[in-house]
């Protein structure tokens, strides 16, 4: 990893510094978090970054928008990150009235599997 990195969510350290990420593997993990919780078009200079999850909250419980979070994330994951790591699984789901993301990811050049689970309860969202 080179240069100085900031940890997210921005943290300051018992001496007064902005604390860095632990390593390659919690830099990627970091960037991963940021790039999925990112909607497109939040950043100014970078218009298209963001993998959308919190704008799933205003669509509808079903299936479909499983499948559109799966289509979301892996196109940002591929275009931003896949420079830095492989995704060795991605699976969205509805289950009652709960969305799920469970993103397995390897840095490359690490042994190390990654396991990211997010959860949003979007049973009232979407309906009219």
Known sequence: ?????????????????????????????????QLLLTDPGERLFQPLFGGGLKRLVFEANSEVTAALARARLTRAL???????????QLETAVDGG????????????????????FEHDISTSGDV
């Open 1 to 33: 990893m080179a240069g100085r990195h900031l940890k997210f969510p921005f943290t300051i350290g018992d001496d007064g510094r902005p604390m860095a990420p632990d390593g390659l593997n919690g830099h990627v993990k970091e960037e991963v978090i």
């Open 78 to 88: 591929n275009h931003y990150l896949g420079t830095r790591l492989v995704v060795r």
């Open 98 to 117: 709960i969305l799920s993301v469970d993103l397995a990811y390897q840095v490359l050049g690490s042994a190390e599997t990654t396991r990211l689970r």
